[in-house]
C-alpha cells in the first residue's frame, strides 16, 4: 500500500483563515528584524517583580520554576482564584479566548463564513445555554470562585489588547481588524465542561460505524467487527457484575504460538438497511465538529492506576495518571499549584496538578491529603432518535406534540449575519436541520417506511444538554479531605463520566465511577431508535450509589484504562462498546511481575510502566507470520521479513527496526482484508477493537476475510504473505534498502500542530505556531499510547497529553510533564520546552511543600492589589 489511503473521518477542522495576501504580508513582519521580535515578544508577561492587579485584597505571589510552571500562594480563596484567572490570561489567553467561541459558536465572529457550520452545529446543541443555566445551579462559593476568576482574567483583559495579549491577535488583525475580546464571564468557564464532554461523550461514531457497515454486510458480519468485550482474557476494573480485575493474557517472548482468544459480541441492528453514501455524510458531519480535547473512536484512552501500600517502597499510596487526547500545540492541561497561605476552612485549598487555561481549580492532582487521576469511562451517554414530523408537530405514542423552537442568529466577520432555527423534540435538538448529512438519513428511513420523506427527522438525546452540578465538583475535589469528601464531590461530577482513582496520606486507596448515565426502555444504545413511541425512551440515569466503586481492595491496587468497569452480569447498561482492555491487561502484567518478585513499587517503577511499549497484538500476529514464512513458497521478502522479526522483543521502542516493518505489515493487512469488503468510511483505523478483530480471525484461517480475488488471496496463510510481502518492499521505500538502519522513530513522529491557527493552510502562519516533528516510540493502544491511524499514516495524532506520578509518602518526590510547556506564546522559552523529556518518557521533579516551591523558584512575581 504505497500511498495513503484518502482520509474520510477528519478529526480537527482546519482552520483556513487567511489568504495568499496575508501569507506575504506576515512573511514581510516576520522578516522585519526589530518590528517582527518586537510584535512577536511583546506578550510575552511578567513573571518577577511586581504588578498591581485590580480586585486583589491582598498581595498573591507567584513563583514560577525553571520551565515555568505557577504555584500561587494567597490569603484568601478569593484572592488564589483571581490570581489564577490572572496568571492564565497572561500565559494562554488566545487559547481562552478561542475555546469559548467554539463553545459558544461563535467562531465565525472570529474568522468569517467558514466557521458557520460549526457555529450552527454548535448552536443547535445549545452548549452555551446549557453553561448559562449551569451557571444558575451553582452553590454561592462556587458561583464566588467563578467570578473572581472570571475578574483575575478581566484584570489583565483591561491592560493588555491585541497583540500584547499573544501573537494570534496580530495574524487575526490583518484579516479582522475590528475584533476586541469581549471581558470574562463565569459561563465562559463553565461552557468548556461542554467541549470536554463532547470529545468524550459516548459510542455515537460506533453507532454510525454499526450503520454503515450493515449497508453491505450481514448481522454475523458486523458483530465480528464490532467484538464485545473478552472477559475471558483482559481485566474488568472491579469485580461487580462477575468482572475479575486479575484476568490476564501475559505478555508474550518471542516464538510464542498465536492467541486465539477473543469474544464476540451479539449485534442488534434496527433495520439494518442500506444507508450507503447517506451515512458515509454523517460520519464526516460528526467527526469534522471541533475536536478541542482529542479525537473520538478506536484508541484513544487513558491510564490510571493506584498501588497500595502493601506493595509500595514507602509503604504509601502511589498513583500514576496520563491521559490519552489529542495532540495540541498548546497542551490542553496547564500545570499549577494553588496554595492557601493558611489551610482553613475559609481558605480549605493546598492543591495542585494540572488545570485548564479558562477554568478554575485544579482538573488532576493532589491536595495536601490526597490524590486522584481521571479515565474516561466511556458510557453510552447520547442516542439518535428516528423522528415523525408534521409541519410544527412530532409524533409520541400516538399524539401530535409540537415543536420546541428558537432562532438564533450567528455574527459572522466579513460577510452577512445568519440566522438558524433550532427546533426540538422531548429527546433533544433536532439535528437534521443542521445540513444534508442528517437529513438524507432521515429521507432513508421514509423510504424503508413508505412514508413522505419530509416526516422523518433526527434528535439527538444527550445527557451533556441537561444542566448538571459538574461546575460545583472541581472545587469539592481540590478542598476533600477523605473519601467521603471525595465520593461527594464524584456524585456532582456528572459529564463527562470518568474512572476516577484515589489514594490518601493514610494508606486508603479507591476507585469511582460517576456520572449520568441512562436507563433505556428498550435497546442497547448501538443504533438509532424510533422516537415516536416511548419504547425506547430514557427512564433515568443509574443512580449514583450503583455506579461502580471500590474501596481499599484486597489485591492492594487499581488499574483502570478504559476497560470494562464491570463484568457481562451487572444489571445495568453503561455501554456496549468498552476499550478491549489490551492497555489494562499490560499495565496488570508489568504490576504482577513486580509483586510476584517481591520487588517494592517505587515512584521510578510506576513512570516505567507509563512508558511500556510492549505490541499485544504484534506479539499475536508475528508468530503465524513466522509460520507462513516457513512454508517451500515462501518468498525472500517473506524470509527476510520473518528473520528479522526473529527475536523481536514485541516492544515499539523508537530505535526499533522491527517495530517499523511491522507497523507497515499491519497498515498493509488491514487494507488487503477489509478495504473492498467495507464501506470507506468505517477503513480501519488500526486500534484496539482492530487487534481483537484479527486476533479473532486468526482462528478461522478459512473465513472469507482472508479472501480477496483482487489480490490472489484464499485464506489465511496467502493473506499474510502478501501483506507481509508487499510491507517489506513499503518498508524498504520509506526507510531505505538496509533493515539494519530501520528505526520505528523515523516514521512515527510528532508534530505539535497549534489548536486554531496551525493548520490555516498558510505555510508562514504554521511556521509561526506549530514546533516538531519529534521522533518517538510507543504506538496505538499500547500503554505508551503515541496513537496513529491507519487511513493515514505512522504519524501521531493522540497522546499521553501529561504523565503524573504521585507519591502518598513525600508529596515534594512526586514527578509531572506536560506534553508542551507552560506558554501558549509562540516563540517563548516555555513553549515547548518539556516536549524532549516528553518524547523520552521523562519527568520532571513536581515540588508542593512551600519550602520546595520557593526552593524550586526560578522567578517569584507579586500580584498586588491595585486599580
Not at 518577577?48 to 520551565?67: C, E, F, I, N, W
Not at 458486523?222 to 475471558?232: D, E, F, K, S, W
Amino acid at each position: 500500500m504505497g500511498e495513503d489511503t484518502p482520509r474520510l473521518r477528519r478529526h480537527h477542522r482546519v482552520l483556513r483563515v487567511v489568504g495568499g495576501v496575508l501569507a506575504v504580508v506576515l512573511v514581510l513582519i516576520v522578516i522585519a528584524g526589530g518590528v517582527g521580535v518586537w510584535t512577536i515578544t511583546r506578550s510575552f508577561p511578567q513573571t518577577a517583580g511586581s504588578v498591581d492587579v485590580p480586585g486583589l485584597t491582598k498581595p498573591v505571589t507567584v513563583y514560577r520554576d525553571d520551565v515555568g510552571v505557577p504555584q500561587l500562594e494567597a490569603s484568601t480563596a478569593d484572592d488564589l482564584f483571581r490570581a489564577q484567572g490572572y496568571v492564565h490570561a497572561q500565559d494562554r489567553f488566545w487559547e481562552m479566548d478561542f475555546r469559548r467561541h467554539v463553545t459558544a459558536g461563535r467562531l465565525s465572529e472570529m474568522f468569517g463564513a467558514s466557521q458557520v457550520p460549526t457555529d450552527t452545529f454548535i448552536r443547535t446543541l445549545g452548549w452555551r445555554r446549557v453553561a448559562e443555566q449551569e451557571v444558575k445551579l451553582l452553590d454561592p462559593a462556587s458561583l464566588r470562585y467563578y467570578q473572581d476568576y472570571a475578574d483575575g482574567v478581566n484584570a489583565y483583559l483591561k491592560k493588555h489588547s491585541g497583540a500584547e495579549l499573544s501573537l494570534e491577535y496580530a495574524v487575526l488583525g490583518l484579516q479582522n481588524a475590528s475584533y476586541r475580546p469581549e471581558p470574562w464571564t463565569p459561563a465562559d468557564s463553565v461552557a468548556w465542561l461542554k467541549a470536554m464532554a463532547w470529545d468524550l461523550r459516548s459510542n455515537l461514531e460506533d453507532e454510525i460505524d454499526r450503520a454503515l457497515l450493515a449497508t453491505k454486510l450481514k448481522p454475523e458480519q458486523v458483530a465480528q467487527l464490532h467484538p464485545g468485550y473478552p472477559y475471558t482474557g483482559h481485566p474488568t476494573i472491579t469485580d461487580l457484575g462477575g468482572g475479575d480485575p486479575r484476568a490476564v493474557t501475559p505478555d508474550a517472548r518471542p516464538g510464542a504460538a498465536a492467541s486465539s482468544a477473543s469474544a464476540a459480541s451479539t449485534l442488534s441492528v434496527v433495520d439494518p438497511a442500506a444507508y450507503a453514501s447517506k451515512l458515509q455524510q454523517i460520519a464526516a458531519n460528526v467527526d469534522a465538529l471541533p475536536q478541542l480535547i482529542g479525537p473520538a473512536g478506536d484508541g484513544i484512552g487513558s491510564n490510571s492506576w493506584v498501588v497500595g501500600g502493601a506493595h509500595t517502597a514507602s509503604g504509601k499510596p502511589l498513583l500514576a495518571n496520563d491521559p490519552h487526547l489529542g495532540a495540541a500545540l498548546p497542551s490542553v492541561w496547564y500545570q499549577m499549584g494553588l496554595h492557601c497561605t493558611t489551610v482553613t476552612p475559609e481558605c480549605p485549598f493546598d492543591v495542585a496538578g494540572f488545570s485548564f487555561s479558562g477554568f478554575p481549580g485544579i482538573i488532576i492532582g493532589h491536595n495536601d491529603r490526597i490524590s486522584w487521576g481521571f479515565t474516561n469511562l466511556g458510557p453510552d451517554v447520547a442516542d439518535l432518535f428516528v423522528e415523525k414530523v408534521t409541519g410544527d408537530t412530532y409524533e409520541y405514542d400516538g399524539k401530535q406534540v409540537p415543536l420546541q423552537k428558537r432562532t438564533e442568529r450567528i455574527r459572522v466577520a466579513g460577510g452577512t449575519d445568519v440566522t438558524i432555527t433550532v427546533r426540538s423534540t422531548l429527546h433533544g435538538p433536532i439535528v437534521t436541520d443542521i445540513g444534508d448529512a442528517y437529513a438524507v438519513i432521515a429521507k432513508d428511513q421514509a423510504g424503508k417506511l413508505k412514508v413522505p420523506a419530509q416526516q422523518f427527522q433526527l434528535s439527538l438525546a444527550w445527557t451533556a444538554l441537561t444542566p448538571g452540578t459538574t461546575a460545583n465538583a472541581i472545587f469539592a475535589f481540590d478542598a476533600a479531605r477523605d473519601w467521603g469528601a471525595f465520593r461527594t464531590a464524584a456524585q456532582a461530577f456528572q459529564v463527562p463520566s470518568q474512572n476516577l482513582v484515589y489514594a490518601d496520606v493514610d494508606g486508603n486507596i479507591g476507585y469511582q465511577a460517576p456520572g449520568l448515565i441512562p436507563v433505556r426502555s428498550a435497546g442497547d444504545g448501538t443504533v438509532p431508535v424510533p422516537g415516536w413511541t416511548s419504547r425506547f425512551g430514557w427512564t433515568g440515569t443509574i443512580p449514583f450509589d450503583q455506579l461502580p466503586s471500590v474501596y481499599d481492595p484486597p489485591a492492594g491496587y487499581i488499574v483502570t484504562a478504559n476497560n470494562a468497569a464491570v463484568g457481562p452480569g451487572y444489571p445495568a447498561l453503561i455501554t456496549a462498546d468498552w476499550d478491549q482492555g489490551y492497555r489494562a491487561n499490560q499495565i496488570e502484567v508489568r504490576l504482577s511481575r513486580l509483586f510476584s518478585k517481591g520487588t517494592k513499587v517505587t515512584a521510578a517503577d510506576m513512570s516505567t510502566i507509563q512508558s511500556d511499549t510492549y505490541d499485544a497484538n504484534a506479539a499475536t500476529l508475528v508468530p503465524v507470520l513466522r509460520e507462513v514464512a516457513a512454508k517451500p513458497d515462501a518468498t525472500s521478502d517473506l524470509q527476510q521479513a520473518a528473520r528479522l522479526l526473529d527475536r523481536w522483543d514485541y516492544r515499539d521502542d523508537a530505535d526499533s527496526a522491527e517495530a517499523a516493518y511491522f507497523a507497515v505489515f499491519w497498515r498493509e493487512l488491514l487494507h488487503d482484508m477489509f478495504a473492498r469488503k467495507i464501506p470507506a468510511a468505517t477503513a480501519p483505523t488500526g486500534g484496539d477493537r482492530w487487534f481483537s478483530v484479527v486476533q479473532s480471525l486468526l482462528a478461522e484461517p478459512d473465513s472469507a476475510w482472508w479472501a480477496d480475488s483482487h489480490l490472489g488471496t484464499s485464506d489465511r496463510d496467502s493473506m499474510i504473505a502478501y501483506a507481509a510481502d508487499r510491507a517489506w518492499g513499503e518498508t524498504r521505500r520509506l526507510l531505505g534498502g538496509d533493515p539494519a538502519a530501520w528505526r520505528w522513530d523515523r516514521l512515527h513522529t510528532l508534530t505539535l500542530t497549534n489548536a486554531s491557527l496551525g493548520e490555516s493552510g498558510v505555510a508562514p502562519i504554521e511556521w509561526l505556531f506549530n514546533r516538531g516533528p519529534w521522533h518517538v516510540g510507543g504506538g496505538s493502544s499500547l500503554v505508551d499510547a503515541t496513537g496513529w491511524d491507519a487511513t493515514v499514516g505512522y504519524t501521531v495524532g493522540r497522546v499521553p497529553s501529561m504523565r503524573m506520578v504521585v507519591d502518598l509518602a513525600d508529596f515534594d518526590k512526586s514527578t509531572w510533564i506536560n506534553l508542551t510547556g507552560a506558554s501558549g506564546h509562540a516563540f517563548d522559552k516555555h513553549y515547548t520546552d518539556q516536549t524532549d523529556l516528553w518524547a523520552t518518557g521523562k519527568t520532571r521533579p513536581w515540588p508542593f511543600s512551600a519550602a520546595a516551591v520557593k526552593k524550586a523558584a526560578d522567578q517569584t512575581l507579586t500580584l498586588r492589589p491595585g486599580t
